[in-house]
């Protein structure tokens, strides 16, 4: 299981491979995740790499393993001998293209997180220059997503299958009782507040809209930002979280969650988090957080609505009761995205990977034969 990005932080593509990774090992399977690594490289299940670099692109940063080592990446794979390799986002160098060369004997799946609204037509055209020589070597694709299908797609000539993300419901659980706190609200922000296109800043603005209404609330921030996270009354910045178990604990104890992404998201992993924790939500009104979302336990708002997220708020403030209605409907939406599910949906992937493998390795020797 090949990640591009560096595992020392939290990220949604890590969390997908990590998971599928653990499901897998609890059906049999022998599973090695591989990735740069700039803490440490090496634990059970775990292959780290070195070599990592920060490039800022699609509105967020990305730490990649520019400057790995191939003759390290190859030791590795050789000595593995795989028998399927299961690459995340096949186009983010440079780990993903070492795995997929110095794994020969294996069968190729890949995975597509990425979505943006808007792509240059730089960008598409090193996509499709990458694509033409990287993406024919795979056997199998998949996408998180519609959203990510479609954005694939332009690049991607064959059918993808679609495999959400998914939530451990047994770790993302419902408080045992409701919170007692009066008449304030306790609203919940989950993200790398230090990336654009996660819109804290418009969440923000509609904090200071509701302090200006008389609203009361206190807002909690979990998640990197810069150094010194700025002053506001009313909002507490928890930084990165150490674990699931903790970030559970913030989702229980929040009465309302709130995503203002401005775009560029496929799915929305932090939703899928909170509705399993039974919370309402108050989220972007944008393609990958519409198709994760239960209408009826969710508020969309536009995307970059500062007055749309505040009216959202207050409405919901003022009726618990329909609070708990929308989180009781979001745990059971949460519970079809179980990760033992969507595991097993990976898998057959994967057996049908292997399969045309096998096809086409007799095709092969059926020719030499023919030949001889």
């Given at each position: 299981m090949v990640v591009p990005y560096d595992v020392a932080e939290e990220g949604g593509v890590k969390r997908h491979a990590f998971h599928v990774a653990e499901s897998l090992r609890g059906m049999g399977d022998e599973v090695t995740v591989v990735g740069p690594s700039s803490r440490g490289n090496r634990s059970p299940?775990?292959?780290?790499?070195?070599?990592?670099?920060n490039v800022p692109a699609n509105g967020a940063a990305n730490h990649m393993a520019l400057l790995t080592r191939p003759w390290a990446v190859r030791r590795f794979f050789?000595?593995?001998?795989?028998?399927?390799?299961?690459?995340?986002?096949?186009?983010?160098?440079?780990l993903p293209y070492y795995a997929l060369w110095f794994s020969p004997r294996a069968a190729h799946v890949c995975t597509f997180h990425t979505y943006t609204e808007r792509e240059g037509y730089s960008s598409r055209a090193m996509r499709?220059?990458?694509?033409?020589?990287?993406?024919?070597?795979?056997?199998?694709?998949?996408?998180?997503?519609q959203p990510a299908a479609e954005y694939a797609a332009r690049i991607w000539t064959r059918p993808l299958t679609v495999i959400p993300n998914g939530v451990p419901t047994r770790t993302f659980t419902p408080p045992e009782r409701a919170p007692s706190r009066g008449d304030s609200l306790r609203l919940l922000f989950v993200g790398h507040w230090r990336d654009p296109r996660k819109g804290l800043p418009f969440?923000?603005?509609?904090?200071?809209?509701?302090?200006?209404s008389g609203l009361r609330f206190h807002l909690d921030v979990?998640?990197?930002?810069?150094?010194?996270?700025?002053?506001?009354?009313?909002?507490?910045?928890?930084?990165?979280?150490?674990?699931?178990?903790?970030l559970a604990e913030h989702y229980r104890r929040c009465?309302?969650?709130?995503?203002?992404?401005?775009?560029?998201?496929?799915?929305?992993?932090?939703?899928?988090e909170a509705m399993a924790c039974a919370r309402p939500v108050v989220c972007s009104d944008i393609p990958g957080y519409r198709l994760v979302v239960d209408p009826a336990?969710?508020?969309?708002?536009?995307?970059?609505?500062a007055s749309g997220l505040a009216l959202a708020i207050t409405d919901l403030a003022q009726d618990p009761e329909r609070r708990g209605?929308?989180?009781?409907?979001?745990?059971?939406?949460?519970?079809?995205?179980e990760w033992v599910e969507i595991t097993r949906l990976v898998r057959e992937e994967y057996l049908g990977a292997l399969a045309q493998r096998w096809e086409g390795t007799l095709a092969q020797v059926s020719l030499l034969r023919a030949n001889t």
């Open positions: 299940g775990f292959q780290g790499f070195g070599g990592v670099v050789l000595a593995g001998d795989f028998d399927v390799v299961h690459v995340h986002e096949p186009l983010v160098p440079l499709r220059g990458l694509a033409s020589r990287m993406l024919p070597r795979f056997e199998r694709g998949m996408a998180v997503s969440l923000l603005e509609a904090c200071q809209r509701l302090r200006a979990v998640g990197t930002g810069a150094s010194n996270a700025p002053e506001h009354p009313g909002v507490t910045f928890h930084g990165p979280v150490t674990s699931e178990a903790v009465d309302l969650f709130v995503a203002p992404a401005t775009g560029q998201e496929s799915f929305g992993i932090v939703l899928l336990g969710a508020r969309l708002v536009p995307p970059m609505d209605q929308m989180g009781r409907l979001n745990r059971i939406r949460a519970e079809t995205f």
